[in-house]
């Protein structure tokens, strides 16, 4: 015996007539209410009339469907298709129309009323979405059930078509006309035309772009979509930043007429629905997005922060630019970028682009406007990570002063570039007059932006933008640097002194002293051993221990003659302290031949005093003699201790705790004979 339940829980075939208010979500609310009022009042007076028994009404807002699971339901589902279509004209209320049977399963929904659920529901929901208000459109198995129930006299299903559902199966529909309506498809129309022509009378630039580029899509030399083109002017293309501002687009403002039409044929028109990701954090990418209509939200910016947030990071609209950095370094996307709604995109490839324009005989000028647009954006990301301008959480010296970091950052615009390594440069050498890739190594502050360098078995990558140079006279100037060029293409941020120059001492101050710290990343050692051939066994042991605590040192062989290679001197001026032993041997050697003198005074010569040496006094040792002025650490008996208290002093300049070595004026290699 079965329980009420369980009838009400079981398969069935019904018929359901289906109804949708056309353009209902446009309309002004009272409109709405009072449509969907009256469609709820045309069905109850249905049911009224008819009964209840059999009969579910699954309301879907602006419409909804009429289940008929009684038998001999075909007279009464074909009458209610007519009072639908009455009520349409009467009302002059567009209506789309469908009937469809099939097998759905009746469940107790939470109000303890008949739900419907199954294949037939959802084939009705489907079936809404391909008419229009021209008519009826009715599945095949509903005209089918019609036809043997001999109750299709007074109607005609005509003009079928195949089409497949959301799940793939093919389908047949066919349109139902009856006593006092003809049903028809709705006619093919050229809606982008008519829609390019509306935007380029309301002078919505944007919305055009979009519809040229679709227009594009089909016919590259289609002649409305060229025309159109012309009427529009990069001036033109205005939007509204997320802080309020009314701008126009950087990257195509500054193009003339024939390079903008150029330019945006180049581009490619992206399209993507609603919650769709258009890139992830990490993908490889070369492209940036103009955003044409719809919104962008970033998430994951730089991988920080949840996969799926609530909130975005940021969010971007129409006429902003997205995807920049992947486009302009060449580098993995640095943020997962999510369509909030339906967007149209307009991508665009740096390679190509820089093709198009470098290939015109013009003055450059668009091609010098666009570079000062990839610098703006490349100084503001790279500033936003690195914590000696601005940092992550936007604290840096930049944020100081009454001058806003936005203001600043404009003002350094002027006095930065970005430079690119030839394809084929096998090396990166920084000095004060060698030109590599397409620029001179002039005085500034070099941060790496793209590729990857190593230096003594450390490896640079542009993904953390880290300083590899600086040359800022008065303040702090690196010897000399040379990198092994590990992956193309390598692209430097250079901001030249004038652009410090110009800020507030507010600011300039604090910049100062945190680019001196910062310079300490650029040392490939934490220490330079100096020592006596005799001291070799203490000073190797004191090397391990270094190398135990996590810091990187040199330390050479014996040394024998007077000659000094190369390779010592690059040495010594790369590292961040000179650890000079000094014991009894080191004072008995004549200064020729006396190794640690020679290499500390070199060391102290080149960097005065801003020089760090750290002497280690052995037994029998006088510092005055080797390094006079710089207090030296005791080993006595209690050698552990010692080495403790020069490991810290080692770690806090490696941290960029105190100042590293340095010199306020540029200078040349000096020999050490």
């Known amino acids: 015996m079965t329980t009420g339940s369980e009838e009400r829980s079981r398969r069935h075939q019904v018929a359901i007539v289906s109804c949708d208010i056309v353009g209902h979500s446009s309309s002004s609310e009272p409109v709405q209410v009072a449509r969907v009022s009256e469609i709820n009042r045309t069905v109850a007076e249905f049911i009224g009339e008819t009964g209840p028994d059999g009969l579910v009404w699954a309301s879907g807002g602006d419409g909804g469907h009429l289940v008929f699971r009684q038998e001999r339901w075909e007279p009464r589902a074909v009458d209610m298709v007519g009072r639908l279509l009455d009520w349409s004209r009467e009302k002059g209320s567009p209506l789309r129309v469908t009937a469809h049977y099939g097998w759905v399963t009746h469940i107790e929904g939470a109000d303890g009323r008949i739900q419907v659920v199954g294949e037939a529901i959802n084939t009705a929901g489907w079936m809404l979405k ?77 919305r055009a772009l979009h519809l040229i580029k679709r227009l594009l899509q089909v016919n590259t030399a289609d002649a409305v979509a060229l025309n159109g083109l012309r009427k529009i002017t990069p001036m033109k293309l205005s939007y509204t930043t997320a802080d309020g501002r009314t701008t126009v687009n950087p990257f195509l403002v500054y193009l003339d007429p024939s390079q903008f039409r150029e330019v945006v044929q180049l581009g490619q028109l992206v399209e993507r629905r609603y919650n769709d990701i258009i890139c992830r954090y990490g993908d490889k990418g070369d492209t940036m997005f103009i955003i044409l209509s719809g919104e962008v939200g970033v998430y994951k910016s730089e991988g920080e922060g949840p996969g799926n947030p609530s909130e975005p990071f940021a969010v971007h609209g129409e006429g902003d630019i997205v995807g920049e950095l992947a486009f302009t370094l060449a580098r993995n996307r640095t943020a997962d970028l999510v369509a909030l709604s339906d967007v149209a995109l307009l991508s ?68 930065t570039r970005l430079l690119s390594t030839r394809p084929q440069s096998q090396r990166l050498k920084f000095d004060h007059d060698e030109r590599v890739g397409d620029g001179v190594f002039e005085p500034g502050l070099y941060i790496l932006a793209a590729g990857k360098v190593r230096a003594g078995g450390q490896d640079l990558s542009g993904e953390t933008f880290p300083l590899v140079w600086v040359n800022i006279p008065d303040v702090v100037v690196l010897p000399e640097r040379t990198y092994e060029i590990t992956a193309n293409p390598v692209k430097i941020l250079r901001i030249d002194p004038a652009a410090l120059d110009g800020l507030e001492p507010a600011k300039r101050g604090p910049l100062h002293k945190a680019i001196r710290r910062a310079a300490a990343k650029c040392y490939r050692y934490d220490a330079f051993l100096s020592y006596n051939s005799s001291d070799r066994e203490i000073a190797e042991q004191w090397a391990e221990a270094f190398r135990q605590r996590g810091l990187h040192v040199y330390i050479d062989g014996s040394h024998m003659g007077h000659n000094f290679s190369p390779r010592l001197q690059e040495a010594l001026l790369d590292a961040r302290a000179l650890v000079a032993f000094v014991s009894h041997h080191v004072k008995v050697r004549s200064n020729r031949y006396n190794w640690v003198l020679r290499e500390t005074r070199f060391y102290q010569d080149y960097f005065g005093e801003n020089a760090q040496i750290l002497p280690i006094r052995l037994a029998g040792g006088d510092v005055e003699q080797i390094a ?46």
Not at 193 to 203: F, H, I, N, P
Not at 364 to 389: C, M, P, W
Not at 657 to 662: A, G
């Open 130 to 206: 391909l008419t229009t208000e021209n008519g009826v459109v009715a599945s095949d198995a509903f005209h089918q059930a019609v036809v043997s129930a001999g109750n299709a006299s007074r109607l005609r299903f005509h003009d079928s078509r195949f089409l497949r559902d959301k799940s793939g199966h093919r389908r047949t529909l066919l349109l139902m006309s009856g006593p006092s309506w003809e049903s028809r498809w709705a006619a093919p129309f050229d809606n982008d035309r008519a829609q390019l022509d509306q935007a380029l009378s309301e002078r919505n630039g944007w």
């Open 628 to 673: 006079s002025g710089f207090p030296p650490i005791d080993v006595q008996d209690d050698e552990p201790s010692a080495i403790d208290r020069a490991s810290e002093v080692l770690g806090r300049l490696r941290d960029g705790v105190e100042d590293p070595p340095y010199i306020l004026r540029s200078r040349g290699r000096r020999d050490l004979s």
């Open 348 to 415: 665009f490839s740096l390679k190509e682009v820089d093709s198009r324009l470098s290939s015109r005989s013009d003055d450059g000028l668009a091609r010098n406007r666009i570079d000062r647009f990839i610098n703006s954006r490349v100084l503001e990301h790279v500033s936003n990570n690195v914590d000696f301008l601005l940092g992550v959480e936007k604290n840096g010296p930049l944020a100081r002063g009454e001058e806003s970091w936005q203001e600043a950052l404009e003002s350094m615009l002027e006095h």
